[in-house]
């Protein structure tokens, strides 16, 4: 009985928070299908996931939400003036986790740099540098976070290492990126409480 008291709990603070900035966020999402038009959609298409690809539900949702996903290559590649890894934007699950049930809503940057420090130096770099300028334009979308599957997103950094290609990623739970915007965590409480991935897939902790 309790754990399904707290279960019901976390619903209503999940809609609670998906309702909190609703005005703005409707704006913002209109903005982003704004984004999807004949000539994006030709230029964009390549940098989505290939539905080849998806093993999970995030078939169906790519299919569902592929105006969205175009939307978000036009406002990250033209507004906020980063460049995409090639099929990269989709919906991802969990691999350490296995739980091909909850997926996340990801893309890759590729920074076309070329760095020495160590990875998690690398990494608290990037991220401190460009990751809330993405979380708005994810966040916008907000009509597919509030599918079940959906449970949050995940940002990955690419670049030149000092023994190849290195990247890494952060994987943030729709909660805590809504009540980062809402004002409720601050940008360093966004991180610390993100999970952050190496090259190999591998956890790792950033110096902050």
């Known amino acids: 009985m309790a754990g399904g008291r707290n279960y019901i709990g ?12 609703c005005g703005s966020t409707v704006e913002r999402e209109q903005e ?7 000539r994006n959609r030709d230029r964009y298409a390549d940098l989505l996931v290939d539905e080849s690809r998806y093993t999970t539900a995030g078939a169906g949702l790519h299919r569902k939400f592929y105006r ?3 939307g978000i290559a036009g406002d990250i590649v033209e507004k906020k003036g980063m460049a995409v890894e090639k099929g990269s934007i989709g919906f991802y699950y969990d691999k350490k986790s296995g739980d091909r049930n909850k997926l996340y809503l990801g893309l890759d940057i590729d920074t076309g740099e070329t760095y020495r420090e160590p990875l998690e130096s690398v990494a608290v770099s990037l991220i401190r540098g460009s990751l809330k300028e993405i979380v708005e334009t994810l966040n916008s979308c907000r009509s597919v976070f509030g599918e079940k599957e ?4 995940v940002i990955g950094w690419m670049w030149n290492g000092r023994t190849g290609r290195e990247r890494a990623s952060m994987w943030i739970v729709k909660e805590d990126f ?9 940008f360093s409480e966004l991180i610390h409480r993100g999970m952050v991935t190496n090259t190999a897939g591998r956890v790792i902790r950033l110096p902050l």
């Open 10 to 21: 976390c619903l209503i603070l999940l809609a609670v928070l998906l309702c909190a900035t």
């Open 32 to 38: 982003i299908l704004g984004m999807y038009n004949d």
């Open 68 to 70: 969205h996903l175009i």
């Open 150 to 153: 959906v449970v949050g997103i």
């Open 178 to 186: 809504i009540r980062y915007e809402d004002g409720m965590l601050t």
